[in-house]
Structure formats: C-alpha cells, structure tokens
C-alpha cells in the first residue's frame, strides 16, 4: 500500500490537475450569476486600466461630391486604473481523514478514495468562492464592492466621478402615479447608455419594497391579471413580474460574514426598504476580470477563475494543507446606469 505522501505525489494531485478540477465544478450559486451579467474576462496582470470615453455619436454632415470630408474631434477620454482583489482560503485534509479511508477500502482503490475527499473539500471551497463572488458582483450592482466584513473597497460612483440617480417611488401614498416613475427610470436609462445598448430594464428588490409595489393601488390590477408565464392568483411570480417593459424581481439574497466577537451574521445584500435597477442586454458594462495567481508558474498567464495548489506538513506528514485562491475584479463601467430605488411612505 502506498504512503499518504506518495498518494499527494501522484499526478491526480498535482497543481494543474486540481485548478482543472476545481473550475470543471459547477457555480450554482446566486441569482446575479443566473443573470449571466457579468462577463469574464482573463488578464495576464492584477490590473486593468479602463478608458473612460464621455463622447457621444453626431450626426454626419452631407457634403457635395469631391467636397472635403467632415473630420472626426478627438474625444476626451480619461484612464483609471483599477486592482484586482486578491481571496485566499486554506483547508486541511488530515491523516486521521485519510486513515479512516484506507481503513474501508482495498489498497488499489486508495488513490481514488483519497481523491474523493479532496474533491468533496475542493466542492465546499468553491462553493465559498461562489457565494464570495456573487456578494462582491452584487454590491458593485449597489455602486459599492463591499468586504466580507462590510467595508468599501472600491466605490464606482467616486471612481468615476458619478452621482448615482435615485427614485423615490413614494409606494406609501396611494396616490403616487408608479407607472410616470417607472417611466422616468426608463427615460433615464435610455439617456445615460451613451453608446452602450440594452435589451431590457431589470430590477431586484428587497421583501419589504416589492410587497409596497405589488400592494400599491395603481399596480394591483395588473399584478392580479399578470399575463406573464404564471398567473399570479395561483402561482408564485415574485421572481418575474413584467410592468411597462420593466422586469420586477424580489431578491432575498444576503450573505454571511464572522463577526468581531466570533460569531457569525447575515448580511441582506439589497437594504430593506430599497431596490436597484440596472440594464440586461449590454455589451460592455459588466465585466469581471481574472488575474492570474500569486504563483511563480502563473506569473503573466491567462488569469483563472480558482487556483488550487497542495502542500504536504514538511515535518511529521500529519496534513495536507488546500490552498485555493480567487482573483476577480467585477467591475460595473458605466455607473450612472444603477439606479437606486427608494419608498417613503
């Protein structure tokens, strides 16, 4: 039989062989990743520069034949430089985690059984990189991509020098006119693409403002006669209700994070009281970026989603220590088309 250190020699336990196995597991977390928003996009370096282009199309002049051609202005553009965000994590597989293996199955199948409980460690990790993402992709939604402890690391409204535009749908009067906010936010969203396009206006809201919206006078009868997939008087469409072009979705989403005192809390990711709109269908608006790892053999290459690298206790063989590690950048560029959306009462 071989020795736990032979077994994490062996090729199944190689660095290439576990970053391929760990990024061949499904993300099935997140509703933002459901979306299929946000785009990857690899880099060789742990920055990106984006150039920020405030110029808008004009309309050409027509000119008699042989005249001279209209020339193009250069437009005013400015370069901002953003870092990528390095997330590592570690886990243990231990000799006792792997005694109790052996002990079950016969000496040619020891291989595939330790590989097993790797593969069930690298499962739980992915999915911790998941959920990572998925607060980190819906915070930038929010303008502000937000820490596991809820610090700012990097507001887009300051970087790009915008002021987010907010809409007070006043969901506590009865005689608010929705459907005239609803079409200042698509007013608004189609005067702020500057260049980019859109297929649709999609908006996630927290329980206690979609529960205002559904129950506000104006909106009732369209919500009980909802000719969408499902009929509302016998279905559940809170995940879906299209009105005036506009998709309105409740988002439960929340994220858990330890706590100074050890223990741990949640973290809702829309603030109750509070929804946010945002543009289906762009080209380049988001994006999220990939560096490469902090490995030597990694340096300059194509950035993955994970990295996995193994490393056996040097002194007494006693562990195998998991390192797995994420890069990501999820980048919002055109900021001014969030939109928070608000209900006084």
Do not use: C
Not at 218 to 223: E, K, M, Q, R, V
Not at 277 to 301: C, M, R
């Amino acid at each position: 039989m071989p020795t736990i250190l032979d077994i994490f020699n062996d090729s199944a336990f190689s660095a290439t062989s576990l970053t391929n196995a760990i990024n061949v597991v499904p993300n099935e977390y997140g509703r933002i990743r459901e979306l299929g928003l946000f785009s990857s996009e690899p880099l060789t370096t742990t920055t990106v520069a984006i150039e920020y282009n405030q110029g808008q199309l004009n309309l050409l002049p027509t000119r008699a034949r042989g005249a001279p051609s209209s020339l193009g202005t250069p437009t005013k553009t400015s370069l901002r430089q953003f870092a990528t965000f390095h997330i590592p994590h570690d886990d243990f597989v231990r000799a006792d985690d792997v005694q109790n293996i052996i002990a079950r199955v016969a000496a040619d199948g020891v291989r595939e059984s330790v590989m097993g409980l790797v593969n069930r460690k690298q499962a739980i990790m992915r999915r911790k990189h998941a959920v990572t993402l998925e607060h980190m992709r819906m915070s930038a939604l929010r303008g502000a991509i937000l820490d596991s402890d809820g610090s700012t690391l990097l507001n887009l409204f300051t970087e790009f020098g915008v002021t987010q535009k907010s809409i007070d749908f006043v969901l506590g009067t009865t005689t608010t006119n929705v459907g005239a906010k609803i079409d200042e936010l698509t007013a608004y969203m189609e005067d702020n693409l500057l260049g980019e396009t859109m297929s649709s206006i999609h908006v996630l809201a927290s329980p206690e403002w979609f529960a205002k919206f559904i129950g506000h006078t104006s909106i009732t009868d369209a919500w009980k006669y909802y000719d969408g997939a499902y009929n509302p008087m016998r279905n559940d469409v809170r995940k879906k209700f299209v009105h005036r072009g506009v998709t309105f979705e409740e988002y439960r989403g929340y994220a858990q994070y330890l706590q100074e005192d050890g223990t741990y809390a949640n973290r809702k990711h829309i603030p109750a009281g509070e929804a946010v709109a945002f543009p289906l269908g762009t080209t380049d608006t988001f994006s999220t970026y990939w560096a490469p790892a902090d490995f030597i053999d990694t340096v300059n290459t194509m950035g993955q989603e994970i990295y996995v690298r193994q490393v056996v206790d040097p002194e007494f063989q006693r562990w195998v220590k998991i390192h797995t590690q994420s890069n990501p950048l999820p980048l919002v560029k055109r900021p001014a088309l969030l939109v928070k959306l608000t209900s006084s009462n």
